[in-house]
């Protein structure tokens, strides 16, 4: 085997095939590099997905002469003669052609290494990717040794190879279309797609290596059928024989198949090779479903081949429904088609679905999900950041099975700003949201918490009455009063009073930290100090929460008249207050100890001990936008549990969304320049400088 592999690894190097070959391969690489780098994108995915069409095209190449140059050369009689098994001529002739493939696909670890300085690279998802395209690769290559050993015209065997890959990458596409169920699944079955892609995703499944393995293993079998068959001269009862086995072999390899599939689904044996386990529910929810005592249906209105091989998105939230199925035997998950069942949503009269919807439900009790509700979006709301799958379909078992519910009235009246992406994460995690009036309604007696969010104007003394009278409850007390301010607006006398009453000063100016290290981008987005850790409790100080344009707030007393007040957010001993209108910071303006969040509690104590809470943020800006909605810092998390705490809600459902933001790099544009000239250009170049160099040798000799 190894004098066979010798002689085919050389024979790609004193002839044209392997350069033009790599040097094809490194231009298109090159490409797809420089485009990413051009964009600012450092997602070296994204290049392993482009290349996906590139190998399966290209590989043909390598393997148009591996077996039909011995059968045009009339050589194959020598090669049967000598002292190596069928099973060695065939190992040698593939490897020898795997070698060079590698040898192309190597490139992309060079530009791996050459961004890693100014990009973060998660090189567990690299190494995944590497071994995707090289197993894809692999199984390629043995099925395009099959086509060349039936042919001994090189041409053939490369038409024969790019009209087999054309076909093997149509699959998904013909599978879509077709209505026949059972081919439909077994189009899909074999379809390279899918299982390459779920690897550049990072998801790294025993079953899709498998696949590969076994792809790679029927051809290679069938490949020494060929020889052996073409060695005893067609014999027609060998051929018999060989037929069976063949049949046989292919069998066992699909049900081996099958089988591992469905092992890989019922034991999850896959590895979610991302940074912040992107396709795996967080444990709060694994915990959660676990308890559950109640039958629960999750239907998806598309089919189910359509979400395993869609976009990074929508495989993201495939992934993580299959994690509700894997860990709890009371969740029932079913993908409907709604193309091929039209008359399904007539079941769901009073519901407006439409695909890729998801349906929970328990009963009678029904929560529907749309697809956008699923992720969180950059500010402009045309990119998608973030995912919130567990978050939302966690919130929506909670709601069809649970009875408890935390209410939360969000007062308006005053030209408030809705905190639409903090009451999005409160829905997102078990608690009903509600918008009420202050100027016209009452506050809701069965609502547990209220929020007053960037008031433009000052509280008249009616809505302070009101809020007094719902804080005490009748003396049952038991209510929480979040307010979060809007430093531009000062003149807030009435409201000003009240949170006196309780303990909290509001202060002018803007919060600012000195120290260029516990801001984030400029020095009034500075990093919050957790104050009061039972409110943290989930919370580490590495956790960052980034409190912007904050007004600064302060305790007057820490106790008082049966009021008590403590810290939850302050700021470094570099922090310092700016007045508004103020252009230029002095060391003057530094003077530590600059708080951010505080609390007051209100207590009677009788035989039963009753308390309100009034907390108040200096920032309500820290509480919006992708602050909130992303998963770069932990706002999120900390305002989550802040609610959570003062609610007596059931801890640990702590649900934040998953970050899919595509990573950047900072290289300057003269460095992109020369990368994009490298690697498109200058490494090809070289590669057929030495092929034309070569070649001329050859000739001369």
């Not at 950059?378 to 973030?386: A, N, P």
């Not at 929460?545 to 810290?567: G, H, Q």
């Not at 302050?570 to 303006?589: A, C, I, N, V």
Request: aromatic residues 12%; negative net charge; glycine residues 6%.
């Amino acid at each position: 085997m190894t004098a066979i592999f010798l002689r085919e690894f050389h024979s790609y190097f004193i002839s044209p095939v392997g350069y033009v070959y790599l040097a094809a391969f490194y231009i298109l690489a090159g490409y797809q590099f420089a485009v990413m780098i051009l964009s600012g994108q450092a997602d070296i995915s994204a290049e392993f997905s482009f290349l996906y069409t590139v190998i399966l095209l290209l590989t043909p190449i390598l393997t148009m002469r591996l077996m039909s140059e011995d059968r045009k050369q009339k050589t194959d009689p020598i090669l049967f003669s000598a002292p190596v098994t069928l099973n060695g001529i065939v190992a040698g002739k593939y490897f020898a052609a795997v070698v060079v493939y590698v040898i192309g696909v190597l490139v992309t670890l060079v530009h791996a290494v050459a961004i890693s300085p100014y990009a973060e690279i998660n090189w567990m998802i690299f190494w995944g990717n590497m071994a995707g395209i090289i197993f894809t690769g692999m199984a390629g290559i043995a099925l395009f040794m099959f086509i060349s050993s039936q042919t001994e015209n090189q041409i053939i065997a490369a038409i024969g190879g790019f009209a087999a890959m054309i076909l093997v990458i149509s699959l998904n596409s013909i599978a879509g279309i077709i209505s026949i169920e059972p081919l439909k699944k077994l189009l899909y079955g074999v379809s390279f797609y899918s299982r390459y892609y779920n690897m550049t995703m990072g998801i790294f499944s025993v079953s899709d290596i498998f696949f590969f393995v076994s792809f790679a293993a029927v051809f290679f079998f069938l490949t020494t059928r060929v020889l052996e068959k073409r060695r005893w001269g067609g014999n027609v009862r060998y051929g018999a024989l060989a037929t069976v086995i063949t049949v046989l072999g292919i069998v066992l390899v699909i049900a081996a198949n099958v089988t591992a599939g469905q092992l890989t689904e019922k034991f999850g044996l896959s590895v979610d090779l991302t940074a912040d386990k992107r396709y795996a529910i967080s444990k709060d929810t694994i915990e959660y479903i676990k308890k559950l005592d109640k039958e629960v249906k999750i239907t998806v209105l598309v089919d189910e081949e359509s979400m395993a091989s869609g976009s990074n998105y929508i495989v993201q939230a495939y992934q993580n429904l299959l994690q509700y199925r894997r860990h709890s035997d009371k969740i029932k998950l079913e993908f409907v088609d709604l193309i091929d069942n039209p008359t399904f949503v007539s079941k769901y009269e009073d519901l407006e679905l439409g695909s890729y919807d998801i349906i929970v439900e328990q009963g009678e009790r029904k929560e529907v999900l749309s697809f956008g509700e699923l992720y969180g979006y950059d500010e402009s709301g045309s990119r998608i950041v973030s995912s919130k799958v567990d978050q939302m379909v966690t919130n929506a078992l909670v709601m069809v099975t649970s009875d408890e519910k935390s209410v939360v009235s969000v007062l308006t009246g005053y030209g408030d700003v809705k905190p639409e992406d903090l009451s999005d994460l409160l829905v997102s995690n078990r608690f009903e949201v509600q918008e009420q009036s202050l100027l016209t309604e009452e506050i809701n007696p069965d609502a547990t918490t209220a929020v007053l969010y960037g008031p433009q104007s000052d509280l008249n003394e009616g809505s302070i009455e009101k809020l007094s009278k719902w804080l005490d409850n009748d003396g049952e007390q038991g209510k929480n009063l979040m307010v979060f301010l809007d430093p531009n607006v000062t003149e807030l006398p009435n409201l000003t009073e009240l949170l006196e009453e309780w303990g909290i000063a509001l202060l002018d100016g803007y919060a600012f930290e000195a120290n260029s290290n516990l801001y984030y981008e400029q020095a009034f987005y500075p990093i919050a100090q957790y104050a009061n850790m039972d409110y943290a409790s989930d919370m580490k100080q590495t956790d960052l929460t980034i409190m912007a344009l904050c007004r600064p707030v302060d305790v007057l007393f820490e106790e008082k008249d049966n009021y008590k007040t403590s810290v939850l957010l302050q700021f470094s001993p570099y922090s310092g207050t700016m007045e508004l209108g103020q252009t230029k910071l002095s060391k003057e303006d530094v003077t530590g100890d600059v708080k951010g969040m505080v609390l007051s509690t209100h207590s009677y104590y009788g035989s039963d001990v009753t308390s309100s809470n009034i907390i108040v943020s200096g920032s309500a800006l820290a509480f919006s936008g992708s602050l909130v909605s992303g998963s770069t810092f932990a706002n999120a998390d900390y305002i989550l549990g802040v609610f959570k705490k003062i609610s007596s809600m059931e801890a640990g459902l702590n649900i934040v969304p998953k970050n899919l933001s595509v990573p950047t790099h900072t290289m300057t544009g003269a460095r992109t320049s020369g990368y994009v000239w490298t690697f498109m250009v200058g490494l090809p170049v070289v590669v057929l400088i030495f092929a034309a160099f070569v070649w001329i040798r050859r000739r001369h000799r």
